[in-house]
C-alpha cells in the first residue's frame, strides 16, 4: 500500500474503471462494500504527485480497513485478455455447458466488462429457460449487481418450474417479507423448517424480525425462541437479545426466555 510520512512517499491518484460491489474482506473478514479500478501510483512530494510509478490495478479495496490488492494494470491487463478468451472459446466448444457459461459470465464481472456480461447472462437465461439451477444461479447474479427486475423474472420462472422446491420457497418467502407479509411468508417456509437438508436459521430469523417489525410480537417470540433451541448460540448475540427483550417488553412478559448473561442478565 502506499505510505506517507510529512507528505513525502507514494500515493494513488485518479480512478478509472470502478466497480463496487458488496462482499467479505479478505483482510478484516467484515462484510464492506468492495471497489476495483484504476489508477495512478505516484511518488508525492508534500502531498503533491511529482514522479509517476506507473498505472496499478486494485482489486478489492475495503471500505473498512481499505486493505487491498494491487497489480500493475498492464499484467492485469493481460491477465483480463488470457482469462476471457479462454471463457469465450469454452463456451462456444459446448453452447449448452451452463457451468462454462457462468464462469465466463463470472470472469466477466470480475473484469469489469458489465455490458458483456449482461448480455451473456439474458442469452443464459433465454437458452437455459428451462432449467431451475441455471435461472436460479442467472437470478442470483442479476441480484448481486443490482439488476433486480432481471433477478425477479429468473426467480420467477424458476419457480414456475418447481414451486414446491425449497429453494423457491425461499425466495417466496423473502418476497412476503420484503413486502411486510410475515403471514404469508411463515406458510411458504413451513415445508423447510423440519428439513434438515434445507433449514436456514437465517432465513427463520427474518421471518422472526419480519413478526416483531410488524407488531406480531407473539408470533415473534415464538420464532425466536425455536431459534434458541436450535441453535443456543444465537442468546449470546447482542443484537438477538436486544430483539427478544424487545417484543418482551411489548407482551408484557415478565419472566425472559432469554439465559441470563453476565450479573444482570
Not at 513525502?8 to 460491489?21: D, H, L, Q
Not at 439488476?147 to 417466496?172: G, T, V
Request: aromatic share 8%; charged share 25%.
Amino acid at each position: 500500500m502506499p505510505f506517507t510520512i510529512n507528505g513525502i512517499g507514494t500515493a494513488y491518484y485518479g480512478r478509472k474503471n470502478t466497480r463496487s460491489y458488496a462482499s467479505n474482506c479478505d483482510a478484516c473478514q467484515s462484510e464492506a462494500l468492495l471497489t476495483d479500478y484504476e489508477t495512478g501510483h505516484f511518488f508525492t512530494l508534500v502531498f503533491i504527485p511529482v514522479i509517476p510509478l506507473g498505472r496499478k490495478q486494485i482489486v478489492a479495496e475495503c471500505s473498512n480497513c481499505m486493505r487491498h490488492r494491487a497489480m500493475p494494470l498492464k499484467q492485469w491487463q493481460t491477465l483480463k485478455d488470457e482469462t476471457l478468451e479462454q471463457g469465450l472459446a469454452a463456451v462456444a466448444n459446448d453452447m449448452d455447458d451452463a457451468v462454462k457459461t457462468m464462469e465466463l459470465l463470472h470472469a466477466m464481472t470480475t473484469f469489469n466488462e458489465m455490458d458483456e456480461a449482461n448480455e451473456l447472462a439474458a442469452a443464459c437465461a433465454t437458452q437455459h429457460r428451462n432449467d431451475f439451477e441455471v435461472l436460479l444461479w442467472v437470478g442470483s447474479w442479476h441480484e448481486e449487481q443490482g439488476n433486480h427486475e432481471q433477478a425477479q423474472a429468473c426467480f420467477s420462472q424458476a419457480i414456475e418450474l418447481q414451486p414446491d422446491n425449497p429453494n423457491s420457497k425461499r425466495i417466496q418467502a423473502i418476497r412476503e417479507l420484503d413486502q411486510g407479509n410475515p403471514k404469508a411468508a411463515a406458510h411458504h417456509l413451513e415445508g423447510v423448517r423440519d428439513d434438515a437438508d434445507h433449514y436456514d436459521p437465517g432465513m427463520f430469523l427474518m421471518l422472526a424480525n419480519g413478526y416483531q417489525d410488524v407488531g406480531m410480537h407473539a408470533e415473534a417470540l415464538s420464532e425466536y425462541q425455536q431459534l434458541m433451541e436450535r441453535g443456543p448460540a444465537f442468546a449470546n448475540d447482542k443484537s438477538f437479545r436486544k430483539r427478544v427483550k424487545a417484543s418482551e417488553k411489548a407482551q408484557n412478559v415478565s419472566n425472559s426466555c432469554l439465559p441470563k448473561t453476565g450479573l444482570f442478565g
